[in-house]
């Protein structure tokens, strides 16, 4: 089983502590709720006394509703006149939905007045919303504007969110307020002052993930097997490369487990690392993220559905079948079979 250990107590005050440095918090709950679940993510928004929490796509909004979150719910892929889903959203008294096009600003106010709109902003990121150049013109007669949406990039850069709020402020319905994503907390709360209309912030990653030392990830050792030098082992008869243990642990491709992260291939270390590691799958060594008797153990076939086969040289048994060994994950690409709150000791 790969499960995923969270210490309640400590985790629940990390959330709080965001949610005191970002007035207007709202929680994001989307894709595979940053390795809890979307369920999970809602129930916590609730308990954190969240009005809104944010989703990433029209087909998340139910399991936020049966999670028992009952405020509002922001989809934040921006409406498409080809969605069924996203359209359903429009009539849903609890959905607000995200605009990004003057064509579907008029296509919802014509099809569904009076939808719970927010409209999304052009920013550096090249994704999603309407010109701030053109937004004098915009026409938003007939639908129930809850505010305006800028998503910047990663590291959001202050001015561009100023320059931005500002282009806001100037029409008729800039004082329905602004949510913004990815400002640092400090800059959000210097803007927020700032401004002239309420402002909010959608925050998934720092929330959820940013107390890692609060919870981790481990998988079940299902097997072990003492082995030789040159034994066939797995699917595709790999040879193991000395004597040692073939250890089986739950996680594998199902759970995402050592699926490659994509990189970000900024330094000349970083560049060199994807070439090092197709050396080393070339040797039949590449390091599982799992660890067995204190250190990463190389996989000894590539990984398959529900569980690894780990090898671990040298003659001493490296687990027993039942131990819960660390596992390194990636949070959002991670489906776990088991969350669970760890019962604090003591
Ligand atoms: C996903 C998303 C967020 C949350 O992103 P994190 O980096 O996980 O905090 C915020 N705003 C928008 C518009 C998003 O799509």
């Known amino acids: 089983m790969l499960k995923l250990s969270i210490d309640g107590d400590a985790w629940r005050a990390h959330l709080r502590g965001v949610a005191e440095a970002v007035p207007g918090l709202v929680p994001v709950a989307k894709g595979n709720g940053y390795g809890f679940g979307n369920a ?149 709360r210097a803007l927020a002052a700032e401004l002239p209309m309420p402002t909010r912030m959608r925050v998934g990653t720092r929330l959820w993930l940013g107390a890692p030392e609060t919870f981790r990830a481990t998988g079940t050792v299902l097997d072990v097997h003492k082995v030789g030098k040159g034994t066939e082992v797995g699917y595709h008869g790999a040879r193991t490369r000395a004597d040692g243990y073939i250890v089986v642990v739950s996680g594998g491709t199902a759970h995402g487990v050592a699926l490659a992260a994509p990189a970000t291939a900024h330094s000349f270390r970083q560049r060199l690392i994807p070439l090092a590691e197709a050396l080393e799958e070339v040797r039949g060594r590449v390091t599982s993220p799992f660890t067995l008797a204190g250190k990463k153990r190389p996989f000894a076939e590539p990984p398959h559905m529900h569980s690894s086969l780990v090898f671990v040289d040298g003659p001493g048994e490296p687990a027993r079948v039942g131990d819960e060994v660390p596992v390194t994950v990636r949070m959002t690409t991670t489906t776990f079979d088991e969350v669970v709150f760890t019962v604090p000791r003591g």
């Open 40 to 188: 999970r993510l809602a129930q916590e928004a609730a308990k954190l006394g969240s009005d809104t929490i944010a989703v990433g796509i029209p087909q998340e909004v139910n399991a936020v509703k049966v999670a028992g979150f009952e405020g509002d719910i922001v989809v934040l892929n921006p409406w498409r006149p080809h969605d069924d889903a996203a359209t359903a959203c429009l009539t849903d008294p609890q959905v607000i939905s995200t605009v990004s096009r003057v064509e579907d600003v008029k296509a919802i106010a014509r099809n569904a007045p009076g939808s719970a709109v927010l409209i999304e902003i052009a920013t550096s990121m090249h994704r999603h919303g309407i010109a701030a150049d053109s937004l004098q013109a915009l026409d938003l007669d007939g639908l129930d504007v809850r505010g305006w949406t800028i998503h910047l990039p990663a590291a959001g850069s202050v001015d561009e969110a100023r320059r931005l709020a500002t282009a806001v402020a100037a029409h008729p319905k800039g004082s329905a307020g602004v949510w913004f994503s990815h400002l640092g907390f400090d800059d959000y």
